[in-house]
């Protein structure tokens, strides 16, 4: 019923900008939270960035703070990530993901977009 579709990676260099998009469709009723989350080879699944739509209480990972920036756009259904002075460290799968409630169900449940992969060299 819902999907998430992201765009933005690429390869870039040190020190550069990229900009991610998540744009939710489906049947949903609301979004009670959107966030980006990546995954580098051999490492676990970690949150970058959330923003909790009610309120846009935002919250960062320690590495990213100051560089990255999460903001959703409500009406469209889209997060994004602008990520600024890229370092390799960062390079990685990036995964949307949001906390959704669809119409008629009991309860919210989280999705996941398909991933976009982020490479920064040096």
């Known amino acids: 019923q819902v999907q998430l579709v992201e765009s933005g990676g690429g390869l870039v260099q040190a020190g550069g900008s990229l900009r991610l998009s998540c744009a939710a469709s489906g049947s949903l009723f609301s979004i009670n939270a959107m966030g980006w989350y990546r995954q580098a080879p051999g490492k676990e699944r970690e949150l970058v960035a959330s923003m909790l739509t009610s309120g846009g209480i935002t919250s960062y990972a320690d590495s990213v703070k100051g560089r990255f920036t999460i903001s959703t756009d409500n009406a469209k259904n889209t997060a994004y990530l602008q990520m600024n002075s890229l370092k390799p460290e960062d390079t990685a799968v990036y995964y949307c993901?949001?906390?959704?409630?669809?119409?008629?169900?009991?309860?919210?449940?989280?999705?996941w977009g398909q991933g976009t992969q982020v490479t920064v060299s040096s």
């Open positions: 993901n949001a906390n959704i409630r669809l119409r008629l169900r009991p309860s919210p449940r989280d999705y």
